[in-house]
């Protein structure tokens, strides 16, 4: 009776593993970026561009490439120069486009020539009378990347690093870039002039915001050099000399601010977010009722400590009311890791970790993945993992003590062992994590 049971939990996991799988996937061709800047393109935004005879481009994150080649479809030889900034390798066009290998979460070297460039395509785009369409996804803060006068990028890199690893969220780390940077924080629209930018949104606090996603080149800036100074004192970040020398100078009204809201330079830009994590909220959902489960999706955005997040979205998951028969919880955002350990993980993991000993006390089979949309969690080849409702007992059997691999920061070698790693690589989309906890009640 036993071993009965014990292979009927095994089948029934084996089908939610399966299925959790696809409906992740679903989540991720849902943001696929090519068909949502081709549509953007030739709809909402095809006005702001046909009096344009030549436009110039700039494209940066992750995925930049795909966002790219549909602008190149549609836009043919009405392109007069652009910049790609990106992981991947270049793509075959007809435009005159530089190609510059991107880096991340870093910024290095080829992110600065290719900040540099962006900035000299901008000011031919103003000089030409063209418009300059910024196409932009996460990842594009350390992709385009200008120090400010007096900072160096090795200080850039450090600050960075720092707030990483005290786990900032993404406003906070890129308040802190937008005031170390002379592209970022609405800098590259008022080299331009006349900007069209398309975002793939990856911020989910505030939801959306332009001035978040890729730290904002194109976009206003509420937040000041004060509002830096804050986040790292809010941490307790050390930063280098030059970096605090330079913020303590723009609070006092020593330095430029970023430009604001309100500034003439953004009468003549437009602003389009073309995806986000809800973009994949929906494909995912699409997917999961069309496999016969009863879904619900979670509005608000996880966020805070992974780990914990994790727990706090499998609890959910427990307690939400649903119908009797396969149920779908599904959602999104991304919740950050502060680094203690020395081990090796990503958020998603450590998500799915931290939900362990909750789905342990389902009462049924059990299972939630979570992964990033990008392809990637962490400094790991894993896109995220998966966790069930006998993962701890697994782990148990194994020697393996949950609560030490999440101190040590050490995810991915314990949901190794387990074979509970998703592996994809990377996606050429970036709207955030998508998680969804499965079960079959009766």
């Excluded at 036993?2 to 009927?8: D, E, F, K, L």
């Excluded at 652009?82 to 910024?107: E, K, N, R, V, Y």
């Excluded at 008022?190 to 332009?210: I, K, M, N, Q, Y």
């Excluded at 939400?320 to 203690?340: K, L, Q, Y």
Aim: charged content about 20%; aromatic content about 2%.
């Amino acid at each position: 009776m036993v071993r009965s049971h014990a292979a009927s939990l095994t089948r029934a996991l084996e089908r939610l593993r399966l299925d959790a799988l696809a409906i992740l996937r679903a989540a991720v061709d849902a943001a696929d970026p090519y068909p949502l800047v081709t549509t953007a393109l030739t709809g909402r935004a095809s006005h702001f561009i046909s009096h344009s005879e030549s436009i110039r481009v700039v494209a940066a994150g992750k995925a930049a490439l795909p966002m790219l080649r549909a602008a190149c479809a549609v836009l043919q030889d009405r392109i007069a120069g652009a910049i790609a900034t990106h992981p991947g390798a270049a793509i075959a066009a007809a435009a005159p486009i530089d190609f510059i290998p991107g880096a991340h979460p870093l910024p290095d070297v080829a992110s600065v020539r290719a900040a540099r460039r962006a900035l000299q395509i901008a000011m031919e785009a103003r000089a030409a009378g063209e418009v300059l369409l910024v196409l932009l996804s996460g990842g594009g803060s350390s992709m385009l990347a200008v120090p400010a006068d007096g900072v160096t990028l090795d200080d850039k890199r450090t600050v960075i690093e720092t707030l990483l690893r005290a786990g900032a969220d993404i406003a906070q780390l890129n308040c802190v870039r937008k005031h170390l940077s002379s592209i970022k924080g609405g800098r590259l629209a008022a080299a331009a002039g006349r900007t069209l930018t398309l975002a793939l949104s990856d911020v989910h606090t505030p939801e959306d915001d332009p001035g978040t996603i890729a730290s904002g080149p194109t976009a206003a800036d509420a937040t000041t050099f004060a509002d830096a100074i804050a986040v790292l004192t809010e941490l307790g970040c050390g930063v280098p000399y030059a970096v605090r020398a330079h913020l303590e100078r723009g609070a006092a009204g020593q330095i430029d601010e970023t430009v604001k809201p309100g500034d003439d330079r953004w009468r003549s830009s437009k602003y389009l977010v073309i995806g986000n994590r809800r973009t994949a909220i929906d494909g995912a959902a699409r997917e999961a009722a069309r496999r016969g489960y009863d879904v619900r999706a979670l509005d608000r955005a996880t966020a805070g400590e992974a780990r914990d997040a994790g727990r706090i979205f499998a609890e959910v998951a427990l307690g939400t009311h649903v119908a009797a028969g396969p149920t779908c919880i599904i959602g999104s955002g991304e919740p950050t890791v502060t680094v203690r350990g020395d081990g090796r993980g990503g958020r998603n993991q450590e998500f799915a970790l931290g939900a362990a000993r909750t789905l342990s006390r389902a009462g049924a089979p059990m299972l939630l993945a979570s992964v990033g949309t990008d392809g990637i969690d962490g400094p790991t080849d894993a896109a995220g993992a998966i966790a069930t409702s006998a993962t701890l007992a697994r782990m148990q059997a194994l020697g393996i003590d949950v609560d030490r691999v999440l101190a040590a920061n050490d995810a991915y070698p314990a949901l190794a062992r387990l074979d509970d790693l998703v592996k994809w690589g990377p996606t050429g989309t970036n709207v955030g994590d998508v998680h969804v906890v499965l079960t079959m009640k009766s």
